[in-house]
T-cell receptor
Framework: KAGVTQTPRYLIKTRGQQVTLSCSPI?????VSWYQQTPGQGLQFLFE???????NKGNFPGRFSGRQFSNSRSEMNVSTLELGDSALYLC??????????????FGEGSRLTVL | TQLLEQSPQFLSIQEGENLTVYCNSS?????LQWYRQEPGEGPVLLVT?????EVKKLKRLTFQFGDARKDSSLHITAAQPGDTGLYLC?????????????FGSGTQLTVLP
C-alpha cells in the first residue's frame, strides 16, 4: 500500500514569510505526527494529531501549528519564518497513535530553507 | 540534555567489521524502537523491543533491550556498505494520559568497501 506522502519535497522561503506543509498518511492510519530534524538538534517532536484533535505537543513556539482533516490528512504551518526554522520536516503516521508500541511510518520529508 | 543519549555519534568502519551502537537513558521506556535513515529519506523502522532483556535479530543486526528498560544496543555483524546510514533509537514514555516518542541524537554509520 502507498506510504506516507509529504508535499512539497523542497521549498525556499525568506524570513517573515509563512509556509504550509502537507502530509497524507498511510490508508487506515489515524494518527499523524510531525517532527523537525536538524543536524544540531536531531529529531524534535512538534505535535501529534489523532482523529482531527491535537493529542500531544512538543516544545515549539506558537508560530508552529497544525491541523488534521477528516480524511486523516494533516497540514502544518509555520508563520513568521526565522533562519533557524530551516530543517527537514518529517511527517509520520501510525495506526492508533502511540496506543501500543508506537511504531511510526515516516514520509520522505519536506526540506525547508529559510533565507 | 538529551533524554536519550546515543554513542558513538559517528562511526566509520571497513566492510566486514563488527560494531555496536548504544542508546542510554536514565528514564524507563515502555518500548524502544530502532530506525535507519538514509540521505534524502525519512527514518525506516527496523525493530521494536518491549520486554526488559529482550533480544531480537534481524539478519546481521542484533537488538537488545536492557533489563531495566532504560537502554538498548544495536550490534551489526560483518557490516556491509548497504548498512551505511543514520541509526536512531526512540523511546516511548507515558506522562499522564499523554504518550510521547523521544528520539536519540543518532549514530551516523559509514561502512567503507
Amino acid at each position: 500500500k502507498a506510504g506516507v506522502t509529504q508535499t512539497p519535497r523542497y521549498l525556499i522561503k525568506t524570513r517573515g514569510q509563512q509556509v504550509t506543509l502537507s502530509c497524507s498518511p498511510i490508508s487506515g492510519h489515524r494518527s499523524v505526527s510531525w517532527y523537525q530534524q536538524t543536524p544540531g538538534q536531531g529529531l524534535q517532536f512538534l505535535f501529534e494529531y489523532f482523529s482531527e484533535t491535537q493529542r500531544n505537543k512538543g516544545n515549539f513556539p506558537g508560530r508552529f501549528s497544525g491541523r488534521q482533516f477528516s480524511n486523516s490528512r494533516s497540514e502544518m504551518n509555520v508563520s513568521t519564518l526565522e533562519l533557524g526554522d530551516s530543517a527537514l520536516y518529517l511527517c509520520a503516521s501510525s495506526r492508533e497513535g502511540f496506543a501500543n508500541t508506537g511504531e511510526l511510518f515516516f514520509g520522505e520529508g519536506s526540506r525547508l530553507t529559510v533565507l | 540534555t538529551q533524554l536519550l543519549e546515543q554513542s558513538p555519534q559517528f562511526l566509520s568502519i571497513q566492510e566486514g567489521e563488527n560494531l555496536t551502537v548504544y542508546c542510554n537513558s536514565s528514564s524507563v521506556f515502555s518500548s524502544l524502537q530502532w530506525y535507519r535513515q538514509e540521505p534524502g529519506e525519512g527514518p525506516v523502522l527496523l525493530v521494536t523491543v518491549v520486554t526488559g532483556g529482550e533480544v531480537k535479530k534481524l539478519k546481521r543486526l542484533t537488538f537488545q533491550f536492557g533489563d531495566a528498560r532504560k537502554d538498548s544496543s544495536l550490534h551489526i555483524t560483518a557490516a556491509q556498505p548497504g548498512d551505511t546510514g543514520l541509526y536512531l533509537c526512540a523511546g516511548l514514555r507515558s506522562s499522564g494520559s499523554a504518550r510521547q516518542l523521544t528520539f536519540g541524537s543518532g549514530t551516523q554509520l559509514t561502512v567503507l568497501p
